[in-house]
């Protein structure tokens, strides 16, 4: 009875917790981090990356370091389980596997150049375009939360929805890519610097 009762106490307080913004509230929000977006050139943080599936006990857990240069220039670089690097660079996926170097043209795969400028569209939080996404709103206490559902039927048979948390700054804290499984991959992101000279050289393959 104890075990219920705590149950039924927890999910009344995590209902509390998430409360669907008003419209003023989305609107404000997507101008601050619009604004914050512009403001960023560069992005340097360190990562943890969990990947859920269902048929796992256990999220597969990673860390590395992320580095983004405006445009589109995005390096993950996994320094643990595993050394593996992914830097997305000219529609260009390059992939180095401990030493073991591929490439992967995604400018000519309409889903993979689209996750590609989802991802770094992620990275700065701009991704309010109502023509592609169903957006949904959400506060918890002094953070943000945002469901983004591709509209895009192709696009939403590899990807179900983006879930982008925001701080009261309006920077990027998590982003979360479900799957139409239901698995996931969730990204937190920590000591975050934005703005530093990051050279090209960081962004070699």
């Known amino acids: 009875m104890h075990k219920i009762l705590f149950l039924l106490f927890f999910i009344s307080l995590s209902a509390v917790a998430q409360k669907?913004?008003?419209?003023?509230?989305?609107?404000?929000?997507k101008a601050k981090v619009k604004t914050r977006a512009n403001a960023t050139?560069?992005?340097?943080?360190?990562?943890?990356?969990?990947?859920?599936?269902?048929?796992?006990?256990?999220?597969?857990?990673?860390?590395?370091?992320?580095?983004?240069?405006?445009?589109?220039?995005?390096k993950w670089e996994y320094t643990k389980p595993f050394a593996y690097s992914v830097l997305f660079k000219n529609e260009t996926l390059f992939i180095n596997d401990d030493g073991n170097k591929s490439n992967?043209?995604?400018?000519?795969?309409?889903?993979?150049?689209q996750l590609n400028q989802l991802i770094t569209a992620s990275i700065r939080g701009d991704m309010f375009?109502?023509?592609?996404?169903?957006?949904?709103?959400?506060?918890?206490?002094?953070?943000s939360l945002v469901?983004?559902?591709?509209?895009?039927?192709?696009?939403?048979?590899?990807i179900k929805a983006f879930h982008l948390s925001f701080n009261a700054n309006g920077d990027v804290t998590e982003v979360k890519m479900i799957e139409p499984s239901d698995d996931y991959t969730q990204i937190k992101f920590t000591d975050r610097i934005v703005n530093k000279n990051l050279?090209?050289?960081v962004f070699t393959h």
């Open 41 to 74: 050139t560069t992005v340097l943080s360190e990562f943890t990356q969990y990947k859920h599936l269902d048929f796992l006990s256990d999220d597969i857990v990673s860390q590395g370091k992320l580095a983004f240069k405006v445009p589109n220039l995005v």
């Open 199 to 201: 050279p090209d050289a």
């Open 129 to 143: 375009d109502d023509n592609e996404f169903n957006i949904k709103y959400f506060k918890i206490n002094d953070s």
């Open 147 to 158: 469901y983004f559902l591709p509209k895009d039927e192709q696009f939403s048979k590899f």
């Open 20 to 29: 669907e913004m008003t419209s003023a509230e989305a609107t404000a929000l």
């Open 104 to 113: 992967m043209d995604v400018g000519s795969n309409k889903i993979f150049k």
